[in-house]
């Protein structure tokens, strides 16, 4: 088994993985990376206004997410990835060009996530599309590299065990900086 270079935390809309993200990033000192900044303004729009997005509109996206991950770890950093990857051939394409990147999905109830996303201020994805959400959710579990962890647990709960998780999956045990054991 190699070393994960990097995390993708991952799951429906208000499965929290923004603020999971930024609590594993701040543990590992590493670098956070929010998907959701880089949706071209068609895709904000677009779900703004209550329509999903299909895999021809989160093509760009993913690629250039792909891209960004990639680059994160070519110059050194540890990034972790805010994205829904919602999709196998989603994850495969951030895959591409990380490999041995590493997945934290976190699992949420279709009624948390509708309460979570319809109290949730200043966001462009509205409680409506969470079906969609759900509809288009292939689950990680039993993919190569993948945690999987209950989303109503406390951040910094989910957070601890992540972290510990990608110590001890990555076969060198000690390619993250000392802080990250105290998460």
Sequence with gaps: METLPALVVMGVAGCGKSSVGEA????????????????????????????????????????????????????GQLPV???????????????SE???LGFVFLKLSREVAGDRVSHRPGHF?????????????ESP?????????????????IARQAVAWWRETSATGGTLPLSAAKA
């Design 125 to 137: 994805m509205p409680a409506t599309l969470i079906d969609s959400q759900f509809a288009t959710l």
């Design 24 to 75: 594993i990033s701040r543990a590992i000192q590493g670098t956070m990376i929010e998907g959701d900044s880089y949706h071209p303004p068609e895709n904000i729009k677009k779900m703004t206004e209550g329509h999903p997005l299909n895999d021809d509109d989160r093509a760009g996206w993913l690629a250039r997410l792909a891209t960004v991950l990639a680059d994160a770890v070519a110059s």
């Design 141 to 157: 579990e039993g993919e190569t590299n993948v945690f999987t962890i209950d989303a109503t647990l406390p951040i910094a709960e």
């Design 81 to 95: 990835l805010a994205c829904s990857a919602l999709k196998k051939s989603y994850r495969e394409v951030l895959r």
């Design 98 to 100: 990380t490999p041995n």
